[in-house]
T-cell receptor, first 115, second 110 residues
Framework: EAEVAQSPRYKITEKSQAVAFWCDPISGHATLYWYRQILGQGPELLVQFQDESVVDDSQLPKDRFSAERLKGVDSTLKIQPAELGDSAMYLCASSSSGSKGETQYFGPGTRLLVL | KNEVEQSPQNLTAQEGEFITINCSYS?????LHWLQQHPGGGIVSLFMLSSGKKKHGRLIATINIQEKHSSLHITASHPRDSAVYIC????????????FGTGTRLQVFP
């Protein structure tokens, strides 16, 4: 069964360092989402791509976060510089077309700890 | 106040018990999703429903549109059901965006 892949699974970094997370969605899925989930809370959408284009990054802290999906397939989320408050689980999800509330398929997540 | 609220926040049960998790929402929705998140972090979609009731194995999800309320039931609970259960709503105009509840942490003991 096709899955969303993410790496690394865990990342420990010091504040002010740069970190990057990678996501490979299910093959053929046009829509890709990056979420941040703080412990004890539900996921919060950071950025949504439709193919290679950003369709929603209204909640992305653009002073330190960036995301790209250059070829409309895999995606990278970067934080520079990392801050203590960025410690969270970063989840990637994909869906076929992003329409009509269809199912999003989630990856295993990257758990980030900023020291 | 969150647009999607769940109760209880934490739930413990003995194996075999019938479990109910509740979700209330304050916005108009096109669909209500139930998701399961295991300790490792990965999230699995359990149900997407816009009316009535759906059943899959020991899991049953119901929704009452008029009361803006949904429930997830687990019959004959098992320790492997231990996880965080999250409900999420998709809105009519932004059907691809999910508004998440904070989750219900379920622990089922043998």
């Amino acid at each position: 069964e096709a899955e969303v892949a993410q790496s690394p699974r865990y990342k420990i970094t010091e504040k002010s360092q740069a970190v990057a997370f990678w996501c490979d969605p299910i093959s053929g899925h046009a829509t890709l989402y990056w979420y941040r989930q703080i412990l004890g809370q539900g996921p919060e959408l950071l950025v949504q791509f439709q193919d290679e284009s950003v369709v929603d990054d209204s909640q992305l802290p653009k002073d330190r976060f960036s995301a790209e999906r250059l070829k409309g397939v895999d995606s990278t989320l970067k934080i520079q510089p990392a801050e203590l408050g960025d410690s969270a689980m970063y989840l990637c999800a994909s869906s076929s077309s992003g329409s009509k509330g269809e199912t999003q398929y989630f990856g295993p997540g990257t758990r980030l700890l900023v020291l | 106040k969150n647009e999607v609220e769940q109760s209880p926040q934490n739930l413990t049960a003995q194996e075999g018990e019938f479990i109910t998790i509740n979700c209330s929402y304050s916005v108009g929705i096109s669909a209500l999703h139930w998701l399961q998140q295991h300790p490792g972090g990965g999230i699995v979609s359990l149900f997407m429903l816009s009316s009535g009731k759906k059943k899959h194995g020991r899991l049953i999800a119901t929704i009452n549109i008029q009361e803006k309320h949904s429930s997830l039931h687990i019959t004959a609970s098992h320790p492997r059901d231990s996880a965080v259960y999250i409900c999420a709503a998709s809105r009519p105009r932004d059907t691809d965006k999910l508004i998440f509840g904070t989750g219900t942490r379920l622990q089922v003991f043998p």
